[in-house]
């Protein structure tokens, strides 16, 4: 881990920020902010730079139309955006730390400060092109299996390809001790699942999302990022941003770029990621918009660690509240 931050544990307590990727879209995902001048400026501001209405592909979709990666990615990028601006316009605190998950790794990088939005978002929506490239529709296909360990789901991939060593099925996103998302080839996708029910799964189905991430399958996308990332301007981020691929904090602008390329084709490590918050002295994290997959899943990481969803106008105060007094309360007990 390269970091020029100052990373003691045994410091006041801390909060850390994160945003969401992709299967956390949804018809109606913003309008808890309608009415939000931060976040009415901000899909404003994306949808005339890349062309495309973004405040009503979030209030009505239809689905269909959301879930197609090129559009998701943006989307979920400007949802985060516009939530982080609508809390820094409240008057919420900077965070000790951000991470993302999957693509929102690349919205804690804006608020970071590391790269600017004109430049993130065409930048991931080449990602999503490159992504959908690289696997034809159809061809690919993402899962989530629940009620079983990282082990248990990494045994029913491994059954789903005895026999076939050409077909790709992967453990891709480690959430949290009882989810993982495996991703591959959909035929062999569809029989992980099938094993992992026979495993004990509690739940096992396919996901709505048309390009298989994190697997092997992306590396022709992860070449393509390679290219395009050599003509984007990065800078070192202003607040530490813990990265997917290697759980890690990078000031080098040449290793955070590598950092997004190893991240299209290794696994999203969040229980790791929150672990480690947990042991740099953050007591809370907060979600930016939209949803609450990932304050679930942190909350099956690090049961003491509180965690927050801001969804609307309510929960944004909310969230800026208890920060505060959590910082106050701790630094002077």
């Not at 629940?146 to 789901?153: E, R, S, T, Y």
């Not at 690090?302 to 106050?328: C, F, H, K, N, P």
Request: charged share 15%.
């Amino acid at each position: 881990m390269t970091s020029n931050y100052d990373l003691a544990p045994n410091l006041a307590p801390k909060f850390a920020v994160v945003f969401a990727g992709q299967s956390s879209q949804s018809i109606g995902m913003m309008d808890g902010f309608a009415t939000n001048p931060a976040v009415v400026q901000t899909f404003a501001e994306a949808s005339d730079i890349l062309r495309q209405d973004f405040t009503a592909l979030a209030a009505v979709g239809p689905a269909e139309l959301q879930n197609q990666t090129v559009n998701t990615q943006p989307l979920m990028l400007i949802s985060g955006v516009a939530t982080w601006r609508a809390w820094r316009a409240a008057g919420g605190a900077t965070p000790a730390f951000f991470a993302g998950h999957s693509l929102g790794e690349y919205t804690a990088l804006v608020a970071a400060g590391a790269l600017t939005f004109a430049d993130a978002l065409p930048l991931v929506r080449f990602r999503a092109e490159a992504m959908q490239s690289a696997v034809p529709e159809g061809v690919g296909g993402i899962a989530v299996v629940m009620g079983l360990d990282v082990a248990q789901v990494r045994a029913a991939c491994a059954q789903a390809i005895a026999g076939t060593p050409d077909d790709v099925c992967e453990a891709v996103n480690l959430n949290s001790p009882i989810q993982t998302v495996i991703a591959g080839h959909r035929a062999a996708v569809e029989r992980a699942i099938e094993h992992a029910k026979a495993l004990g799964a509690k739940r096992a189905m396919l996901l709505p999302m048309s390009a298989p991430s994190h697997c092997a399958l992306m590396r022709p996308a992860a070449d393509a990022m390679a290219n395009y990332l050599q003509g984007v301007l990065f800078q070192a981020p202003v607040v530490p941003v813990i990265q997917n691929a290697d759980v890690a904090i990078f000031t080098d602008t040449e290793k955070i770029k590598d950092a997004l390329v190893q991240q299209l084709f290794r696994p999203v490590r969040w229980i790791e990621t929150i672990t480690m918050l947990h042991a740099l002295g953050v007591a809370t994290v907060v979600e930016c918009a939209p949803g609450k997959v990932l304050t679930g899943l942190n909350k099956r990481i690090v049961g003491d660690m509180q965690s927050l969803a801001v969804v609307d106008a309510a929960t944004l105060a909310a969230a800026i509240t208890e920060t505060q007094l959590t910082q106050i309360t701790k630094a002077v007990s």
